[in-house]
C-alpha cells in the first residue's frame, strides 16, 4: 500500500503552477434520487448528477500570475496533483468557477490566501 506525503503535491492553474501552496482539497459528491414506489416495503435510489468543489491554499505572493488570476467569479482550468507531477502520478483535472478568495493577515503568521471553486462540467481522473 502505498502512501504520499503532502509536501509532493502540486496545483496549475491554466498550465502553470501555483506558487507558495500550503495545502488543497477536492470534494466529489454524488446526488442520488428515490425511485421507491409505492408498494415498495423500504426505499430505493438510483444515482443521479456528480459534482466536484475545491480549496487552495497558500502563502499571498503578489508577484506570482496564477494566483492573481483566482478571483472571484473568474474561469480556471486546473490540475490537482497528490502525489507530485511525475510519470504515472494520479490527477484530477477539470474546469471551475473560483466562488470565493480571501487574504488572511495576522500578527506574528505568514499572510495567505484561500481561494474556494465550484466545478463545471465533469472531473477527469487519470494519471500524468
Not at 499571498?60 to 494566483?67: K, L, N, R
Not at 499572510?111 to 474556494?116: F, N, Q
Request: glycine residues 14%; charged residues 15%; hydrophobic residues 35%.
Amino acid at each position: 500500500m502505498a502512501t504520499h506525503h503532502g509536501k509532493e503535491g502540486v496545483v496549475t492553474v491554466g498550465g502553470t503552477g501555483v506558487g507558495e501552496l500550503t495545502s488543497f482539497t477536492l470534494e466529489t459528491t454524488g446526488d442520488v434520487v428515490e425511485d421507491t414506489a409505492l408498494t415498495d416495503s423500504t426505499k430505493s435510489f438510483v444515482a443521479g448528477r456528480t459534482s466536484f468543489s475545491g480549496t487552495l491554499e497558500m502563502h499571498f505572493d503578489e508577484t506570482d500570475s496564477p494566483q492573481t488570476s483566482l478571483t472571484a467569479g473568474s474561469s480556471i482550468a486546473f490540475i490537482l496533483l497528490p502525489e507530485g507531477n511525475a510519470s504515472g502520478d494520479r490527477s484530477f483535472a477539470g474546469t471551475g468557477i473560483v466562488t470565493g478568495m480571501s487574504v488572511n493577515n495576522s500578527m506574528d503568521a505568514i499572510v495567505s490566501r484561500t481561494v474556494t471553486f465550484q466545478g463545471t462540467g465533469a472531473l477527469t481522473i487519470g494519471t500524468v
